[in-house]
């Protein structure tokens, strides 16, 4: 029985989806308008598993997650740089994809963008209007907060603390100060979009609740994001479509804690991060991601050098053993989950899992083993570890897979090639170097001679 904590009760709950055997998720994806640092990677990875195992668990699972391609800040770094904000957004969502590849990330089903959802949006907005949970001043729309009784309820935050919390900016107009804007009316040199109440834009929450209700329905199964979010974003995603549809936005919602860095959370506004990009060049994506799972996805994590490095020798110990093997046994297709030693691991492995995805657990069980790999004289024994790290538990947390080290032994062949060739040159035999090269780029691997040397590319 999988149970997760749902922000929403507080309470670790045996989760049951809407429809038997399917699940369908929305997670909030990133606002692209720079690189990407190490901290933003836990949602997407920590989520990355979750489906993973879902679908281990024999689920269908539909995963919405979104790119916030208009905001004020992807505005301000477009007109630092003199473009189009649409441009900046497309050059780091291009950005994004190549770091969930390295981070390996599956796509979800669905990345919907801001700015193709403005028509539903509009819609939406004119609905919260007409129903009386929204008023209009100036060109703006606000989401009037005290026509929604249950506001405060994800956040578990009281109304009279959060209007004593909350301020009215220098040009809002709003009526009172927790209210939210869902439209904002066009400002000198804005990109905007016509509406029924001039040219303007799309505040930040209403995306989230257009494209997650458009995608997954009125009512889905779980929401999930960092516990940064919970506040006011998910407060206010939750208040809008319950107050337009009348009925439970999410059914469960999943928070994972932040990234810190030496005690403060890791962010661009406080520079202090770490790109994804140097990350994985210095520990790879499995240290990464053991890092990340070694914690409770719900508790902070503090970012550590010296965590990741030892999680890369960990790596390294565990992918030594696993080639040893595969090259004294071959990798033999002997794998029955009728053992009783089979099924038990995978019944300790569902069991920690089950229990609101606890992975520092699920490591843990895959560590001992490869203890016991290491220790035991039982052929059969190691094989049935083998499989249960390399094809049972390694694919649920996308780690310690099979291909990884078979490209990464291609990168060896590869540089191995790209030697032989220089010494052919060296030795002026250009016919043999030709050759390496072309019968490289026969096999889609392209050499090309730099004044750094010779690179290749797939
Ligand atoms: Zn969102």
Known sequence: MLRITNTLTGKKEEFIPITPGEVRIYVCGPTVYNFVHLGNSRP?????????????????????????????KIIIKANEEGVDALEIAERYIVQYWKDSLALGIRPANFHPRTTH?????????????DKGFAYVVDGDVYFNVSEFKNYGELSHRKLEDMIAGARIEPGEKKKSPEDFALWKAAKEGEPFWNSPWGPGRPGWHIECSVMSTCILGETFDIHAGGADLIF?????????SEARHGKTFARYWMHNGMMRLAGSKMSKSLGNFITIK??????????IRLFIFSKHYRSPIDYSEEMLAENLRAVKRVNAILRDFEKSEGDKPLFSKKTPFVKEQIERFIEALDDDFNTPKAVALMF?????????????????????????????LGILEKDEEVSANIDGLVKLLIEIRAEFKKD??????????????????????????TKYTF
Request: no cysteine.
């Open 44 to 72: 997407a990875i920590t989520f990355d598993a979750f489906r993973r195992y879902l679908e281990y668990r024999g689920y269908r699972v539909i995963l919405a997650q979104n790119f916030t391609d208009i905001d004020d």
């Open 117 to 129: 959802f403005v028509d539903e949006i509009i819609e939406f907005i004119q609905d919260l209007i």
């Open 232 to 240: 006011p974003h998910h407060e206010n995603e939750k208040a809008q």
């Open 278 to 287: 140097d990350a994985v060049k210095k520990y790879g994506k499995d240290a």
């Open 368 to 396: 001992d083993l490869i203890n016991k790999m290491g220790e035991t004289k039982n052929r059969n024994r190691k094989l049935e570890i083998y499989h249960l790290i390399r094809n049972e538990f390694g694919p649920v």
């Open 428 to 453: 002026k035999n250009y016919e043999k170097a030709d050759q390496i090269r072309d019968r490289l780029n026969e096999l889609g691997i392209k050499l090309m001679d730099t004044p750094e040397g």
